[in-house]
């Protein structure tokens, strides 16, 4: 068995200050960010890689280890180790942008399937959410929202009815909610704030986000203000963990401030560096 019959790619080089089992992680990598594994595909096994790089199984096992726990790999017991699909990322600050206008950047092919849609009265924690009454009425959007028909994300949306009453009737499972609050209603988004759990998928989760109960799902919470500093939009998002990443952009304080819209744009559009999406 050689290189070439495996497709792995470059051997070991014995020279080197660096780790086998790195520079084994880093071969593997490569040859899934290429494209030449894909998604679903088997890699070769434990002992085929030993032989193809000539390395102990040792360093085998850590280096698909460290892919398998960053969700590059993932393993099937009694069959292998596949790729795993590659992970939606979603922006946390300095963009206020949903699911959809993530989804839709990332060159991806999103879709939504609308669980629920009505006017109810506004729960306690809603209604402080969204600076209301209890019992105001709110309008309550559920929708179960997939990627290349992969189910990724359950959204629950709550947004005051007296601001916006007909959304109640808009189509919302083919375009983002900000774009019809925006451009329907004039409404100015400014800012949002949000947060950032870990929890465990219920049976009724996990049957619609096709995973196991108990799996590690995202639970992200959201408030959406306007310019006027108003709150417009509530939401809770359980994510996938197998198949979300989430992006966080940081400034010096008072460094943001001082950038223009272009400068930004072409902080934003600077090539990420490997260890960030790894």
């Known amino acids: 068995m050689t290189l070439d019959d495996l497709q792995v790619g470059e051997p070991i080089r014995r020279d080197s200050p660096v780790p086998y089992y790195y520079q084994l992680e880093g071969f593997l990598r490569e040859r899934i960010d290429s494209g030449i594994w894909k998604p679903g595909q088997k890699i070769p096994s434990e002992a085929e890689l030993c032989a193809a790089y000539d390395v102990s199984r040792t360093v085998v096992r850590q280096a698909l280890n460290e892919l398998v726990q960053e969700g590059v790999l993932y393993r099937r017991k009694g069959k292998g180790t596949f790729v ?122 996990a049957e619609l986000l096709e995973i196991e109960e108990g799996d590690p799902i995202v639970l992200l919470r959201s408030i959406s203000y306007l310019k006027d500093g108003g709150p417009i939009e509530y939401f809770k998002a359980r994510h996938r963990g197998d198949r979300s990443r989430f992006e966080v952009e940081l400034f010096r304080p008072g460094k943001a401030e001082t950038l223009s819209h272009e400068d930004m744009s072409a902080l934003r559009n600077l090539p990420r560096s490997n260890i960030l999406s790894s």
């Open 84 to 205: 795993a699909e590659p992970k939606i990322r979603e922006s946390l600050v300095q963009h206020l942008t949903g699911f959809y206008e993530d989804t839709v950047a990332l060159g991806l092919e999103p879709s939504t399937k609308v669980l629920q849609q009505e006017v109810i009265p506004a729960p306690p924690k809603i209604a402080q959410a969204l600076s209301l009454k209890e019992g105001d009425p709110v309008i309550v959007i559920d929708r179960l929202r997939a990627v290349d028909g992969e189910p990724i994300v359950l959204v629950v949306t709550y947004v005051p009815y007296r601001v916006c009453p007909e959304l109640v009737n808009e189509d919302v499972s083919r375009q983002s909610l900000y774009a019809i609050l925006e451009k329907k209603y004039g409404l100015e988004l400014a800012y949002g704030r949000r947060t950032l759990e870990a929890v465990a998928a219920t049976k009724e989760e």
